[in-house]
């Protein structure tokens, strides 16, 4: 099932540009925001970043995609510029799911691909069970779609996300934010996450920061740190799986997610089963870390335009997007 990725072409996204606008659109709590690539009227393909990142992170993936395609990338709320949640409400992965479907809904969307990274991609595979009419293709990248958790450790998982909420209200959530120079953000970024190479951190310390008298905050809600109370067993996500109806691309990273963090022996296989009701699977792997979309955009950008050009939207069995 699970190949390396030899003898493609290559691209060069240093020489790559393309138009681009910010997305806005209103939600019941203030507003969620995004990148908007292409023509009004192109192929809809939405991309949903992971865990604490943002829209950034697909800045220099994007440019070496299809020109005449839309993609608009979005910064889940709590990210990036986007509105965090109301107060003593959790981030979970229902209520992305629920940001997605509003943001599809003000798009005018009726069937689209959605690329997601690690936590995106988990979105994306519940979104699209839930919604398989909407959803052509969906491409995972370094991800199987799901992080699945022990059954015997649900509970603690709930009963820990709801202690720490308690906690935060009760003293973090009057703290003010730490103000660094750009230098100094840059460097905490890149701690944070040493994979990312200083030209990717600053890709995503453009959305996610903002600029305060003294310097920049940075953006993101503290409360995306807790723990998600909304987590799956692996039998609850191969049965969400197994309602996906669209064709399905994983794209793994020899040096990624799973390198870092081990899964039980058998899980990878029994997700990779879950999928076997989608129109097509295929897996494949490629030479990068867990943000190689990022920082090697050209290993992964002739995978998902070769996947998604197999089978065009317009051809028979395949709707086509309401713009």
């Known amino acids: 099932m699970n190949r390396i990725l030899k003898g493609v072409r290559t691209f060069s996204a240093a020489t790559m540009t393309r138009a681009v606008s910010e997305f806005r659109t209103p939600v019941p709590w203030g507003e969620v ?4 690539w292409g023509p009004k009227d192109g192929r809809p393909v939405l991309c949903i970043h992971g865990w604490a990142d943002n829209a ?15 993609f608009v990338a979005v910064d889940l709320p709590g990210h990036g510029l986007s509105s965090p949640r109301p107060p003593g409400v959790f981030y979970t992965f229902p209520s992305y799911v629920a940001d997605v479907r509003r943001i599809v809904q003000a798009l005018q969307w009726e069937r689209f691909t959605i690329i997601g990274h690690s936590m995106g991609a988990n979105v ?7 919604f398989p009419e909407m959803v052509e293709a969906v491409v995972l990248l370094d991800s199987y779609g799901s992080m699945p958790t022990e059954s015997k450790n649900l509970v603690k998982n709930l009963r820990n996300g709801v202690e720490e909420m308690i906690e935060y209200e ?5 703290k003010k934010e730490k103000i660094y120079t750009r230098e100094k953000a840059l460097e905490r970024l890149m701690a944070a996450n040493p994979v990312l190479t200083e030209h990717s951190a600053q890709n995503l310390l453009e959305r996610g920061s903002i600029e305060v008298e003294g310097g920049l905050v940075f953006s993101r809600d503290f409360r995306i740190n807790l723990t998600n109370i909304s987590r799956f067993s692996l039998e609850q996500s191969v049965a969400i799986f197994s309602q996906i109806q669209a064709r399905v691309l994983i794209v793994l990273a020899e040096n990624g997610l799973y390198k870092t963090y081990s899964i039980p022996e058998g899980y990878a296989e029994a997700l990779e089963k879950g999928f076997e009701n989608t129109r097509q699977f295929k ?8 943000h190689v979309h990022l920082n090697n955009p050209e290993n992964v950008a002739p995978v998902i335009i070769e996947f998604l050009q197999s089978v065009g939207p317009e051809e028979p069995g395949n709707a086509t997007a309401k713009l």
């Open 33 to 36: 925001r995004g990148r908007d």
């Open 56 to 70: 950034g992170t697909f800045n220099t993936l994007i440019p070496l995609l299809p020109q005449d395609w839309r």
């Open 124 to 130: 994306a595979t519940v979104f699209s069970a839930l």
């Open 170 to 174: 009760r003293n973090g959530n009057g």
């Open 283 to 290: 897996e494949v792997t490629v030479s990068g870390d867990h």
